[in-house]
């Protein structure tokens, strides 16, 4: 399976009732409240932090590569009254009617794209977004191995319909030399005698210090900035979840 079409089908479904946490909106707020608008995400997903946003009122766009999660976030829009644009699109083949003055991934979505040719077509697509002056704000972590424990460990939850949906690690490749990780994940649900069960491949693609910097430079961006999720700025050699501000050069 393509990584672009990994949330797709039972995994959308199953995305919002499992996941673990929510985006927290407010660096993103901070983000468009500094580099102005308007705004895209890209990865919006079913919505978060997108649908936060634009109920503050902030003009933020979309673009998502599964027409599943765009599906729920147009519900969940129209539940909550909110108008909202988005695009059913790869974030490495952008083609958008307008520019941003900020383009942003809430999370560590980049780490999406499978390796350096993608990120490298979609920072590429990031720089011709960019309107005059624009800003990218792109956060990115090295993801850790899967705990030996957590293989096989189920975690559960009731979807509204009463069905029972369950999401489990059957196993883990880690490539050092590639930098990637892939996940095989157990999707399940089960209600009454109807069973659906999908395993699906979770590509996880990282950057070594330096890395992520040259590609920016070969797609016409340069680092500004690298903070943390709150704003702080991070010396070189810290680990965890990194913010990286683009501008374009
Ligand atoms: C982990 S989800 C995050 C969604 C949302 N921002 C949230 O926090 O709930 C990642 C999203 O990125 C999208 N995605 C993955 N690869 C993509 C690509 N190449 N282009 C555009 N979107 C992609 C997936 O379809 C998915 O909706």
Redesign the pocket.
């Known amino acids: 399976m393509d990584?672009?079409d990994?949330?797709?089908g039972i995994v959308a479904e199953l995305?919002g009732p499992l996941?673990s946490f929510?985006?927290d909106p407010e660096p993103y707020a901070a983000f468009i409240e500094q580099a102005g608008a308007p705004a895209l995400?890209?990865?919006?997903?079913?919505?978060?932090?997108?649908l936060e946003l634009r109920r503050r009122g902030l003009e933020v766009d979309g673009?998502?590569?599964?027409a599943d999660?765009l599906e729920r976030l147009r519900r969940r829009a129209g539940e909550l009254g909110i108008r909202v644009s988005v695009f059913h699109?790869?974030?490495?083949a952008l083609r958008l009617p307008r520019r941003y003055r900020a383009v942003f991934l809430?999370?560590p979505?980049f780490t999406?794209?499978p390796d350096d040719a993608?990120a490298l077509a979609?920072l590429r697509g990031i720089r011709a977004h960019l309107a005059e002056g624009g800003t990218a704000l792109v956060p990115l972590f090295t993801p850790a191995p899967t705990a030996a424990g957590e293989i096989g460990r189920v975690r559960a939850a009731a979807a509204p319909d009463g069905a029972e949906l369950r999401v489990s690690v059957v196993a883990e490749q880690r490539d050092e030399a590639a930098r990637t990780q892939t996940t095989l994940l157990r999707y399940e649900r089960h209600h009454g005698s109807d069973s659906t069960v999908v395993e699906r491949p979770w590509v996880m693609h990282w950057y070594a210090p330096g890395q992520f910097e040259e590609l920016s430079t070969a797609a016409g961006l340069a680092v500004s900035a690298v903070t943390d999720p709150e704003g702080r700025p991070v010396p070189a050699g810290v680990s965890g979840l990194l913010h990286f501000r683009l501008r374009a050069t």
């Not at 673009?63 to 599964?66: A, I, M, P, R």
């Open positions: 990584p672009a990994f949330y797709t995305y996941k929510s985006q995400e890209l990865g919006c997903g079913d919505g978060d932090p997108l673009v998502d590569s599964s999660m699109q790869r974030m490495e809430a999370g979505t999406l794209l993608a979609a």
